[in-house]
């Protein structure tokens, strides 16, 4: 009996081991299969010369590092209660109900203007983001910031994985067909996308689920206006200067903000653990 007493303990110590493991670094694991399927078919669209592969090497290309970085920040020990497939559908329906939404609104305001100021593009975006993430508080029970968080990066992933194949697409047709022209949008866009639209909407949307929280007071309504203004500022700047070091700076700002919101929500949603104990 003692034997199988110790082999249960160490079963159970081996299966919180590997439980730990998948939890904290399971995004590692997405991004490298992801990573090993672009380039396989990459590999296979060089050697057979196949345009059939095109869609998914941009589809690839667009959507691993987004994915990734979704379930990267949902491995966070945060107290959230929205699953992995209510994400999926936010990244995918307000993926596509932002970029209809942002093109068209885009397209009057051109129309409108006769020139598309970079605030408008900006704000535009940044609010067409923020539609199904706002029909998510509304509409369930996912109410808490940690909720609020991992909806807006997911939403801003879907936008972002949809843009960059956008870009990936017009870029194969004026490189005409030159596939390591598009490689290098791929790449950049898709390394930048966490640090940009993601980091962004999710910063949005965790104060707006903060707002909610806390009764539509005139601060949380203060502190999320002020966190849509800044992200639609940081917007504004990405597309307005354009060079290395601007994106080293503002991805820096992004992230660094992104961190600290997690932190702080972590910390609380292990505060009011430890208190409800």
């Known amino acids: 009996m003692a034997g199988i007493g110790a082999r249960t303990s160490v079963e159970r110590r081996s299966h919180r081991a590997v ?32 345009p059939n592969l095109v869609p998914s090497l941009m589809l690839l290309g667009a959507a691993v590092v987004p994915v990734s970085f979704v379930a990267f ?7 959230f209660t929205v699953s992995g497939g209510v994400l999926a559908g936010v990244a995918v329906v307000g993926g596509v109900i932002g970029v209809v939404v942002a093109g068209l ?12 100021p970079m605030i408008a593009v900006a704000l535009i975006e940044e609010t067409a983001k923020l539609i199904v993430p706002v029909l998510v508080l509304v509409g369930t029970r996912h109410r808490s910031g940690a909720d609020g968080l991992l909806v807006g990066v997911a939403s801003g992933a879907g936008f972002a994985a949809l843009e960059t194949m956008g870009y990936a697409f017009v870029t194969l047709i004026l490189s005409r067909g030159n596939l390591d022209v598009v490689d290098k949008v791929l790449l950049l866009r898709g390394l930048l ?85």
């Open 19 to 50: 439980s730990y493991w998948s939890r904290r670094f399971g995004w590692l694991a997405v991004l490298l299969a992801g990573g090993g399927l672009f380039e396989a078919v990459r590999r296979t669209l060089i050697d057979t010369g196949n």
């Open 73 to 79: 920040v949902q491995e966070r020990r945060l107290a």
């Open 105 to 116: 609104l885009e397209y009057k305001t051109l129309q409108t203007l006769g020139t598309l």
């Open 193 to 277: 996308s966490p640090a940009g639209h993601m980091a962004w909407t999710g910063l949005t949307a965790a104060a707006l689920w903060q707002a909610y929280a806390h009764g539509w007071s005139r601060r949380s309504i203060l502190l999320c206006v002020l966190t849509f203004a800044a992200a639609v500022a940081a917007h504004t700047a990405w597309d307005s200067i354009g060079t290395v070091p601007a994106y080293a700076v503002l991805a820096t700002l992004g992230l660094g903000a992104l961190a600290w919101v997690t932190h702080r929500l972590a910390a609380r949603s292990r505060g009011v653990m430890v208190d409800g104990g």
